[in-house]
């Protein structure tokens, strides 16, 4: 660019980086990301003893998942057997003001 178009050498590397960042984007978004077919069963909102929703994962026997939202990315490992999950996710404020840490209560036992 700087020979063919007489641009100065800085802004011919400043417009090489942005089309460079629209088509990695680009290929990132439309092909890596796309999310291809749809899961198996789509996931349907079952509701708990509490009233909220509950989905529980199971991945391997090993750790099993209970969530307050469908997790796609789970959804291969959705289970409907009873038991007692290794990790909870709750949805809800954290504290009385909003901050931008997480807190974690710990695993269950």
Avoid: K
């Avoid at 641009?7 to 796309?34: C, Q």
């Avoid at 079952?46 to 209970?66: C, D, K, N, Y």
């Amino acid at each position: 660019m700087t020979d063919l178009g007489g641009i100065h050498y800085l802004w011919a590397n400043a417009v090489t980086l942005g089309v460079m960042f629209v088509v990695r984007f680009a290929v990132a978004d439309g092909w890596i990301w796309s999310s291809g077919t749809e899961p198996e069963a789509p996931i349907e909102d079952v509701r708990g003893p509490s009233g909220r929703p509950r989905h529980t994962f199971s991945i391997a026997g090993l750790l099993r998942i209970e969530s307050d939202v469908a997790l796609r990315e789970l959804a291969h490992f959705r289970t409907d057997e009873p038991g007692t999950p290794d990790l909870v996710i709750r949805v809800g404020r954290v504290g009385r003001f909003p901050i931008r840490r997480t807190r974690f209560r710990g695993l269950r036992a």
